[in-house]
């Protein structure tokens, strides 16, 4: 799977390459539309300056759309755009593989 200059799977990987990113797919493909202290708390481990600067690419790079209600206080909701939905081959395939790792490899998995 060689590529030229522009190659298919790092364009993927530009896109949703980090971590976070995939994790807020994941909550928003499973649980639809979302409040930033959903997200939050649906992704243990990240900080609200670290989801922050995620959602803002995420918008920028067309994945998510960030909805604001004019109420007081301001209510704001994240909702998958058409193409982040388009990933959701994508992310059922790295679940489908994770569980066959996990089952494969439990002895690296001590909970």
């Known amino acids: 799977m060689t590529c030229g200059k ?16 995939v994790l807020i ?3 928003l493909h499973d649980d639809g539309t979302q409040r ?16 922050t600067q995620q959602l ?11 909805k604001v209600y004019p109420e007081v206080p301001p209510r704001v909701e994240y909702s998958l755009s058409e ?3 388009s ?5 059922d395939s790295m ?9 494969v490899n439990k002895h690296f998995h001590k909970d």
């Open 6 to 21: 522009l190659c298919p799977i790092e364009e993927t990987v530009k896109l949703i390459g980090h971590k976070w990113k």
């Open 36 to 51: 930033f202290n959903q997200l939050e708390n649906g992704i243990n481990g990240i900080s609200q300056k670290m989801l």
């Open 95 to 103: 679940n489908i593989w994770g569980e066959n790792y996990i089952k």
């Open 83 to 85: 193409l982040g939905k």
């Open 87 to 91: 990933l959701k081959p994508v992310l």
């Open 56 to 66: 803002r690419q995420m918008e920028a790079d067309g994945l998510i759309i960030r």
């Open 25 to 27: 797919l994941r909550n």
